[in-house]
């Protein structure tokens, strides 16, 4: 698979190319476009972005696997993410992991056979304070009960 920015897309890099003075700072924004062209940041996408910022692929992929928001592999339509930190965990997340699983029969880190759901448990979604804590692409839901994801992903069919 070949991978090159769209004409709009390329037009979007150069345009961040003059907004940082430091190319390194232009990363995150790039990797921010090979996922929301591509679906994921594969490892071309991580070489294709190297060569135009003119750093080493292993800099690259080095940010593309710290930061969880970039998907190193093709997920569903919907990717749900359930933080399973010490706050979400304390109430109760690893029953709502679980729970997920159950419901749409498949394991953290799988998608369901029809591609539109994606399971992962994160780390830390930042949001303690409304423990338990999901994403679903870029929405947030909080204060989470088994009911509560059901009516959510029922809402998503």
Known sequence: MSVAFSEENLKEFNRLLTRYPDREAVILPSLHLVQQQFGNVSNEGIEYVAGLLGLSAARIEGVATFYT??????????????????????LGAEHLIDHVSGKLGVKPGQTTADGRFTLAKVECLGACGTA????????YYE?????????????LK
């Open 69 to 90: 928001m970039y998907n190193r592999k093709a997920v569903g339509k919907y990717h749900v993410q359930i933080c399973r930190n010490i706050a979400c965990s304390l």
């Open 132 to 139: 338990p804590v999901m994403m679903v692409n870029d929405d």
């Open 143 to 155: 204060n989470l009960t088994a009911a509560k994801i059901d009516s959510i992903l029922d809402g």
